[in-house]
């Protein structure tokens, strides 16, 4: 499995170097913006991405893109750039019997081969950082709520 990661990494690392475009947006769907907010929209996304290569290659493009001084400084930059908070609070990074699993989405993989090629960080690593984002998810939507009121 590890062989395979690593050859799509690879690929991917290529495919970037042959492509390097100066877009700031990305539009795969033609009326939804990122981040995403809705779980329907991400399911969209997804479909989108895993069904047409080009899209899914403009997507890792995009967010090969997104600065970051480290490994977790990208990975908390790159995911808020696909889930709004929102959406964030209705996945959990395992899945439980009510929210489904954020680590098994093809953008959560996808973010993290992105960011395996440009830092080698290891699965652990990223794992930690994501996973933080979607515990902590609910505190940013009740923030946000508290300084609108």
């Not at 609070?89 to 959560?108: F, I």
Request: charged share 30%.
């Amino acid at each position: 499995m590890m062989v395979k990661m690593t050859e799509e990494i690879l690929a991917v690392k290529l495919e970037a170097r042959k492509h390097r475009q100066d877009s700031t947006s990305f539009e795969v769907l033609d009326s939804k913006h990122l981040p995403l907010s809705t779980k329907e929209a991400l399911e969209e996304f997804e479909k989108t991405i895993e069904e047409n290569e080009e899209k899914l290659h403009k997507f890792k493009e995009f967010i090969g893109k997104i600065g970051g001084d480290g490994a977790a400084q990208f990975l908390r930059a790159a995911i808020r750039k696909v889930f709004a908070d929102d959406l964030a609070v209705t996945y959990s990074w395992k899945g439980t019997a009510t929210k489904p699993s954020a680590e098994r989405l093809l953008v959560v993989t996808t973010i993290k081969n992105v960011c395996y090629i440009k830092f080698l960080a290891t699965d652990k690593v990223m794992n930690g950082v994501l996973q933080k984002h979607f515990v902590h998810a609910g505190d940013r939507v009740a923030a946000k709520r508290n300084r609108t009121n």
